[in-house]
């Protein structure tokens, strides 16, 4: 027979078992890890990517998503107290910034191994996972292919005057800029920016030079791929008129674009963002870009991308150490010429 005094006990006990398990469910949820990432990549991208992250690590997401100098910008200022676990940018140029300023914890052997040695800089501390190639979008009623110049470095020239849109104030146009420094030196690069002055029309964004080149507004403009295939694969309602041409022949034009990924030096999480890094460039995550309607290519080892978009190892993209990419100096020239 059970006493009242052990009822009342026992009454006692699951109480506090209850208020306990209580306690615990609260603690849980503000205790479940939770990183924290600044992505200026594009948002379904980044999302397609990361699908399956948290329901296989536990580790939660929370993204602050702007563009790839407001981030950089943003961290620098922040330094070490920085609420950044996670830095993703669209263009490397940018998480490169970060990672000269001493910000960047040096990734995972294991994960710089996921991705090919050309899509990662030298110093190891972070890592591509998408890449883009610079294209001329041209509009064929405007120009035949055989008038296309052979080299980017040529739209420079007088004869392309008021003929060439660019989105000299976007990430995309400057990372650009930034290989044809890093191939061609400072003299050639002010040469060839001073001639873009006089002859580019100035457009918002790559969708708009699609659009203006589509409609004969312009005949060509620099863009990179994905857009016009992004638009093709969505019935080419922006620039069914328009195709791309690629330079190829290692030249400037043909650069490709790495996004970087890298993890803050000053994260309270380190393993789980580093876990998050190797994440994104492992086969699953690289496979889920290429199925996706982002139309960039995988860089992880051995992934292949879209079937729509030509072959990354046809492109003959120009050999460039991502980690030799100097956004600020870009900027300088960029604005001593009047383009900024
Ligand atoms: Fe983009």
Not at 277 to 302: F, H, I, K, M, P
Request: aromatic share 6%; charged share 20%; glycine share 8%.
């Amino acid at each position: 027979m059970t006493s009242p005094r052990r009822v009342l006990t026992a009454l006692l006990t699951s109480t506090a078992v209850v208020g306990a398990l209580a306690a615990c469910g609260d603690s849980e949820a503000s205790d479940a890890p939770t990183l924290t990432v600044y992505s200026a990549q594009h948002e379904s991208l980044v999302r397609t990517m990361l699908e399956g992250f948290t329901d296989e690590t536990g580790i939660e997401l929370e993204f602050r998503d702007a563009n790839d100098s407001e981030l950089a910008n943003q961290i620098v200022q922040e330094g070490e107290a920085s609420p950044a676990d996670v830095f993703l940018t669209e263009n490397s140029p940018s998480i490169d910034v970060v990672d000269k300023a001493g910000l960047l914890a040096p990734l995972d052997e294991a994960t710089l191994e996921q991705v090919g040695e050309q899509y990662r800089p030298s110093s190891g501390n972070w890592v591509g996972f998408a890449a883009r190639s610079t294209a001329l979008i041209y509009n064929p009623d405007e120009i035949a292919e055989g008038d296309l110049p052979a080299s980017m470095l040529d739209l420079a020239d007088p004869a392309w005057e008021g003929k060439v849109a660019i989105a000299a104030g976007g990430a995309d146009f400057q990372a650009i800029v930034s290989a044809v420094l890093a191939i061609e030196g400072e003299e050639a690069t002010r040469a060839w920016l001073e001639g873009l002055e006089r002859n580019a029309e100035i457009y918002a964004s790559n969708t708009a030079i699609m659009k203006a080149v589509d409609e004969g507004e312009v005949p060509v403009g620099i863009t990179y791929h994905y857009y016009w295939f992004r638009d093709q694969a969505q019935d080419g309602l922006i620039g069914d008129d328009a195709r791309l041409h690629y330079f190829g022949n290692q030249d400037p034009g043909a650069f490709l674009s790495v996004s970087g990924a890298g993890v803050l030096a000053s994260s309270d999480q380190p393993e789980e963002a580093q876990r998050l890094v190797e994440y994104l460039t492992a086969r699953a995550a690289q496979e889920r870009l290429a199925d996706s309607s982002a139309l960039e290519y995988a860089v992880g080892n051995g992934v292949a991308s879209a079937e729509a978009l030509p072959p990354l190892d046809g492109l003959d993209a120009p050999v460039v150490d991502p980690g030799s990419l100097d956004a600020a100096r870009v900027t300088e020239l960029m604005q001593d010429v009047g383009l900024l």
